[in-house]
């Protein structure tokens, strides 16, 4: 079972990935999905680098255009 978890997990990253990339798809409701993702992993060790997640949080600031919370 955690491996199909697993797998699902990586096909949700690999779509939302595919859905931040794509301006008709960029709205509020896709951040805050991507925002409670990474929110999700922020603590677990070796899940997300701490770099990458400051990272991707630096990106989304810079292309969304409402203000976000800091996660």
Request: with cysteine; hydrophobic share 40%.
């Amino acid at each position: 079972m955690k491996e199909k978890i697993n797998q699902l997990q990586e096909l949700l990253i690999d779509c939302l990935i595919d859905d931040l990339q794509n301006p008709e798809k960029q709205t509020p409701g896709l951040y805050t999905v991507v925002r409670g993702i990474l929110a999700d992993n922020k603590g677990k060790a070796g899940a997300i680098p701490e770099e990458a997640l400051e990272a991707v949080e630096a990106a989304m600031a810079d292309r969304v255009p409402f203000k976000m919370k800091k996660l």
